[in-house]
Nanobody
Framework: QVQLVESGGGLVQAGGSLRLSCTAS????????MGWFRQASGKEREFVAS????????SYADSVKGRFTISRDNSPNTVYLQMNSLKPEDTAVYYC???????????????WGQGTQVTVSS
């Protein structure tokens, strides 16, 4: 069992930066691929970024490439999402997820955090 808790969301102006953190409980954190998803109001949850357990495989959605950076520290059990050059269209609830493999499909991931709101004003 893995419990995920996100933090770091907030309100920022366009062009600004935020750093999201996701802290996991459980001794098996290092065995999971970690990912970030987001869900804007009225839209489906979408893949943002993922990083595998060995930190050798990192993936990004095209919409965030070059602006967002995912990283993880297996001790402590934390995954980060550094978001730069934020745009109003990045406004969404951001969710941390843990799974056995990388997938763009939310239903392929096993554990989810409660989400943290990111709002980018124009």
């Amino acid at each position: 069992q893995v419990q995920l808790v996100e933090s770091g969301g907030g309100l920022v102006q366009a062009g600004g930066s935020l750093r999201l953190s996701c802290t996991a409980s459980g001794r098996t954190f290092g065995t999971y691929t970690m990912g970030w998803f987001r869900q804007a109001s009225g839209k489906e949850r979408e893949f943002v970024a993922s990083i595998n357990k060995n930190i050798g495989n990192i993936s990004y959605a095209d919409s965030v490439k070059g602006r967002f950076t995912i990283s993880r520290d297996n001790s402590p059990n934390t995954v980060y999402l550094q978001m730069n050059s934020l745009k109003p269209e990045d406004t969404a609830v951001y969710y941390c997820a843990a799974g056995r493999f990388v997938s763009l499909r939310p239903d392929s991931w096993v554990y989810w955090g409660q989400g943290t709101q990111v709002t980018v004003s124009s």
